[in-house]
DNA sequence: AATAAAAACGAATCTGAATTCAGATTCTTT
DNA sequence: AAAGAATCTGAATTCAGATTCGTTTTTATT
């Protein structure tokens, strides 16, 4: 029976099976070495010798692991994802939205992806973008994930935005979603903007921007 | 006397200067040929050798005229953001904006950075925001012609916002320039959203979050 | 504890695109 | 129209990393 690794599903284009557990070990090394070097660097940047460098292991191990450069990134990507997933499943709930108010709703949308846009997968999401149009989808999950969220969210408010249909506020909040990954994602790339993410500028504006789209009153 | 080029200003960091107007043609013809191939190509996708056959030269003259690759997407850059930098000195006048309301006001914005970021010059700007923090600030002009914008539409509606004060306004229009780029900049990138440039609902979607955010009653 | 399968190791090899360079050609100047 | 400067040319070279591979070490099985 494989060694199963605690931090990585299997199955992973170009990811080989580990038998043993010090290869998982080492895979896993590699990754969480890799995860955070994203956050410094860009992927083109990583050199496999560093990688090894940094999470004691040699360059040939990491070709036991992986295929190739383009496999390991696959398998940060889903790992990532994963982690991520599973932090909106505990954080984001319909019984927290069933306790606010449609304003205050909106609010933890941008907070929540806010959460995720400054996380330790930053650098892997930011190097994700970019490989979104990738033949093997590999955004899917988040789009699935994303579809979550909304629905979550619809579930809970579709009545909560009178100015608008049940219709029209399904779509308004796609688009306010759009717009918050939108300044997220550019935050994540640029560094010289007025609003960011490090002071929560961003999330503020964000925040009342929506509410004012979505026709939320003032407090 | 140097040969002066029709397309680029000279003194950029390692764009050899031209005195021949054969050698202005060339360069040109690379630049053409670059900008172009952004728009479908990352630039480490971009090989010399394709530049030169694309633009009917050598691989050596290129050297002749760029000290490197680096050099070229200075030369890429300085160009296109000049160019962007007249168009906006045309269409986005104060005497323009004079004949709006502030709701169509603060829609000729999101039009004029629509327009941008769907201009050839698209590739371009795609690959230089990854670079926006390179010593030699880039973007630098970007910036300035940014603050431009915004006192010219500033000074056109400094009282055009009853809800909100002179130094409230200012502060909430560079939001919504850095909302708009955001959003265009995400688009530049993704191929997934439900609101995008390529049919406009972005810039519709835009146009509304942005006129709720500013508080412009409906029309 | 012997054997075989996995895995680790890192120096040597390979790769492919950027860059160079030694003529060959074209301008410019006198 | 001759001389010298500028430019062009593309095959050869360089180079930074990715990838491989022959050995050695560790683990699992008997």
Known sequence: MAATGYILKDGILGVFEARQNRSVKNRDGFIRAG??????KSFDELKISDLAAASGNSVGSFYT???DKDAYFRALRVYSLDAIEREIEADFTQIALRSMSSGEALDSLVDLLGAIFSSRFRGVLRESYPRILDADDPWAPMRTQAQKVLKTLHDGLEDAFPDYSVAETKTRLSFCFQMITGALQND?????????LK???????????LRAYMGVPRS
């Open 188 to 196: 994540l790339v640029n560094n010289y903007h007025v609003f960011t």
């Open 35 to 40: 995860i955070e070097a994203l956050n410094t």
């Open 65 to 67: 692991r992986f295929q």
């Open 199 to 209: 002071d929560g500028t961003i999330l503020e504006g964000l925040k009342e921007a």
